[in-house]
């Protein structure tokens, strides 16, 4: 059994136990904990190995995507080719959905678009506008489905935009490379590490922590085989200051793969190719690396669940233990300590808000510091760039040219300067500063939260007539336990998987950050298309007014003076839109901890409405009830053992 088919006996044994753990909770019949499974089984099912391939234009990134299904999914071209991201994914039937960006315009699609596959070039590859230029395309994603052996192991092929596309397309790009498993670079063995993808890397691989990010050279075959090995280390040694695991570098000849694949040429067409040791590579990453998190999550959230419903039963057979009466009794007693909780609830979000707002305030400055402070910089950056492109000896016929090359370069390095700039400063200060001061206001109300939820396990004692002595001690993990619920309901999906196993407000930070250093790099994204005004300074090299080494300098500095005054433009705009998307993510911070509350007080109440209801129903009602919690009680303590059981077959 392959790698893939042992990840998958872990997930049906997930979902097995999920489904045995679905009738203790109906018969608890407590919705939060109901939900909360709903969650984790909705994680298991649709989770998927998400395998993310970037790289520029030309270089072969779909035709090595397209060997690696082994079928002409993706549409290929001399040209520049994907204008949005395609999700490769495993449908019975061949078929495609288009999904409109949100922000196109009045006159686009307002839902998604289904097609047939073979009119998927129409609408994901680049097309001329009237004006000549790039057509704006309505869409930013396409899910396309296809019956494919890789794709039924649960693995999703992400198609990106190329490197260097439009900002708003980059920006796409970006926000999903949070979300991949695995991240694979595809770069050509005769032309490595561009500047955009030396960018990339400085800026966005090693900020996302893809330390484990797979590097594929194609078109190994166009060097001459008495030079391989010496370019094939060249371009090892190019590489490594960005990424030193050799284990992860491949060189592949993907045109000669493809066809072997589709053709069947051989043992699976490609053995020649470099294709095998890739797919083994990759497979052991997904399955090792990735595998075990996809497992041992769900199992820790499960671990959770198991033992509020074990908490959840204990309470409810000693209510059922009381009469009808004195269950009424006794809850109308507990609405006193009731409205004491929902007043320290109130007054803990009036801190949460307190806090946060102060984080929002300091944000703004710190951004608006951030971006002044690199406008000012700009112009020694600019006299500091290294040209390759140089206009000494220029003739009269190349001079046009040279000077549009200089321009490009110094328009390329500047921006790439900002985004290295900001990606450090987000890594460095802002995202320091959001965890640190998340966690301070965990800290701040760490013992309110915990003395919350002893008040209200107590008043649920109250209600079980559980005698003192028989209660457990103080309650441990009062913040974990409030974040554990409001995680579930505010986030579920993804974000889940982002929060890790950490139900703290660690936790929270891994699930709501990412969002803002999108936002950031983003911004600095937004800057590629500089002002640059070279005409004067063209005229005067053309009337020789200008010594070449001046003209360079003048060029470097225009440059500088243009990127400065588009940051200082535009950083009332920056900052606006990089607090709106912090205010976002700190506002999931209040709505986890309220909803955990709530969470718990609805618990309360819906606990004694079950007990009620079976107490109200008659003696027969109840002694079947108590019954079935008992037994119900059994089966927890069998599903903790099957699940530590998966625990320890799943760390091997």
């Not at 009045?106 to 009237?130: F, N, W, Y």
């Not at 929002?360 to 040209?387: H, I, S």
């Not at 205010?583 to 911070?589: A, I, N, T, W």
Request: charged share 30%; hydrophobic share 40%.
């Amino acid at each position: 059994m392959n790698g893939y088919g042992i990840f998958e006996e872990h997930r049906q044994s997930l979902l097995a136990l999920i489904g045995r753990l679905r009738p203790v909770l109906e018969a608890v019949n407590v919705e939060a904990n109901t939900e909360r499974l709903r969650v984790i089984q909705e994680r298991v099912e649709s989770d998927t190995f998400k395998v993310m391939f970037v790289g520029e234009f030309k270089r072969g990134k779909s035709t090595v995507i397209n060997a690696l299904l082994g079928a002409e999914v993706l549409p290929t071209d001399i040209l520049p080719c994907t204008a949005i991201v395609n999700e490769v994914k495993w449908g019975a039937e061949r078929r495609a959905r288009l999904h409109p960006m949100p922000t196109a315009g009045k006159d686009a699609p307002d839902r998604p678009l289904d097609i047939p596959v073979e009119k998927l070039a129409e609408h994901v590859t680049i097309q001329d506008g009237d004006d000549g230029g790039p057509r704006p395309n309505p869409y930013e994603r396409a899910e396309v489905f296809w019956p494919l052996p890789l794709c039924e192991n649960h693995v999703e092929i992400i198609d990106s935009p190329g490197l260097n596309e439009a900002p708003e397309r980059e920006r796409l790009t970006l926000g999903y490379l949070d979300r991949a498993d695995a991240l694979v670079m595809v770069l050509l063995t005769t032309a490595p590490l561009s500047l955009s993808e030396q960018t990339f890397l400085d800026v966005h691989v090693a900020a996302r922590g893809h330390e484990d990010a797979f590097f594929l050279f194609t078109r190994i075959d166009d060097v001459p085989p008495n030079r391989r090995d010496a370019v094939v280390e060249s371009v090892r040694n190019r590489l490594a200051p960005y990424h030193p695991r050799d284990d992860r570098v491949f060189f592949v000849n993907a045109r000669d793969a493809l066809e072997g694949r589709v053709r069947g040429s051989g043992a699976d067409g490609r053995g020649a190719t470099g294709f095998p040791p890739f797919e083994q590579a990759l497979e052991r990453f997904l399955v090792r690396d990735r595998g075990r998190a996809k497992v041992l999550v769900p199992v820790l959230r499960l671990q959770n669940v198991v033992t509020a419903a074990r908490r959840d039963i204990e309470l409810q057979q000693g209510m059922l233990r009381r009469t009808s009466a004195g269950l009424r009794r006794e809850y109308e007693l507990q609405q006193v300590p009731l409205r004491q909780v929902a007043q320290r609830r109130d007054a803990i979000l009036g801190r949460v808000d307190s806090h946060l707002r102060d984080v929002l305030d300091e944000v703004g400055a710190m951004a608006r510091r951030f971006y002044r402070g690199t406008a000012d910089a700009v112009e020694e950056w600019a006299r500091e760039l290294p040209l390759e492109n140089r206009l000494k000896g220029l003739n009269p016929f190349t001079r046009t040219a040279r000077v549009e090359a200089l321009e490009e370069e110094l328009s390329a390095k500047l921006k790439a300067r900002v985004q290295e700039a900001s990606a450090a400063w987000q890594r460095d200060e802002l995202q320091v500063f959001l965890e640190e001061r998340v966690l301070a206001l965990e800290a701040q109300i760490e013992t309110d939260l915990t003395e919350l939820v002893e008040r209200v396990d107590g008043i649920r004692y109250e209600l079980a007539a559980v005698p003192r002595r028989e209660r457990p001690g103080a309650v441990a993990g009062g913040v974990e336990r409030v974040v554990a619920a409001g995680l579930g309901t505010v986030l579920g999906g993804p974000g889940m998987g982002l929060a890790g196993a950490n139900f703290g407000f660690k936790g929270v930070t891994r699930a709501v950050l990412p969002t803002v250093a999108v936002a950031v790099v983003g911004a600095a994204v937004g800057l590629a298309a500089l002002p640059f005004s070279l005409a004067v300074l063209a005229a005067n090299l053309v009337s020789g007014s200008l010594a070449t080494s001046r003209l360079e300098q003048e060029l470097k500095e225009k440059a500088a003076q243009d990127c400065a005054d588009a940051l200082r433009d535009r950083t009332d705009r920056i900052v606006t839109e990089l607090s709106a998307t912090v205010r976002e993510q700190l506002d999931k911070v209040r709505e986890i901890v309220a909803e955990g509350i709530e969470g718990e007080l609805r618990s309360v109440r819906q606990e004694v409405e079950n007990a009620l209801e079976r107490l109200e129903s008659g003696e027969a009602e109840r002694e079947a009830t108590l019954a079935e919690l008992s037994r119900q009680g059994s089966v927890l303590n069998d599903l903790d053992e099957i699940l530590a059981e998966l625990v320890a077959a799943v760390a091997i």
